[in-house]
């Protein structure tokens, strides 16, 4: 069975060759590319991957485009930044092909000396505390790596299209009764600093962000 991986991808022409040279076998790459000026489009193409553009800027209008755009059963999300190794997505991916899991979440292990800067773990955390209370779902990680059923999750009707988009699925998929589970997966030093982790900025912007998508469903305790 093909799983379809979505990689939004907005200016990783250095990290692509890796990433795309590391996919395992029956895990076809789908690359997003979200208004990149470096040449990523045309780099994932001659590396065989399919590519699709959505120009509106934005994480989440990148992942739901890939949603869209897929055909497979089973798919995949994953960072661009090699940042994470494809070679571990069946981790992810197998206990939704088996029906043990709905939904599985890439529980990040940090592997190298800045992987992960602290302000970016400390705000992961406080969103993923707000979660646990929320859903009851024990979520630690808000992950990049994650998979699901497509159909499923084109099914779910998620709205946001910035950085809020991840928190939104786990949010709408525990409404909605799925299994969630989490396993544990390698964080590496991404290439390239991330337009979110790599500044206290940004990553205030995601927090931002998914803050203002927990208030629209309701906010729980301890996260106003």
């Known amino acids: 069975m093909t799983v379809e991986v979505i990689l939004p991808c907005l200016n990783e022409a250095s990290a692509l060759p ?5 996919m395992p076998d029956g895990y ?17 193409a001659s590396l065989g991957a399919r590519v ?11 992942c739901h485009t890939g949603l869209l755009a897929a055909t497979a059963d089973v798919v995949c999300f994953m960072d661009a930044d090699a940042s994470l190794d494809p070679r571990q997505l069946p981790r ?9 899991s709905d939904l599985v979440l890439g529980r990040r292990r940090p592997r190298a000396l800045g992987a992960w ?15 646990r209370r929320r859903t009851g779902v024990a979520v ?38 799925w299994r969630i589970t989490e396993v544990d997966v390698d964080y590496l ?25 927990m208030a629209a469903q309701g906010t729980p305790p301890g996260l106003a």
């Open 117 to 131: 800067p602290p302000h970016a773990r400390l705000g992961n955390a406080v969103i993923a505390r707000g979660l």
């Open 18 to 22: 890796w990433v795309l040279a590391r």
């Open 92 to 100: 992810v991916a197998d206990p939704v092909l088996g029906g043990r």
């Open 189 to 213: 030093r991404r290439d390239g600093r991330s337009k979110v982790t790599g500044t206290l900025r940004g990553t205030l912007r995601a927090v931002a962000d998914m803050r203002r998508v």
């Open 52 to 62: 699709v553009r959505e120009p509106r800027p934005g994480f989440g209008a990148a």
């Open 140 to 177: 630690h990680d808000l992950g990049p790596m994650r998979a699901c059923r497509r159909a499923a999750l084109a099914d779910l009707g998620l709205a946001d299209r910035r950085f809020g988009y991840p928190l939104e699925m786990v949010l709408r998929a525990a409404a909605g009764g």
């Open 28 to 44: 076809r790459p789908l690359v997003v590319d979200n208004g990149s000026t470096d040449g990523s489009a045309a780099i994932a």
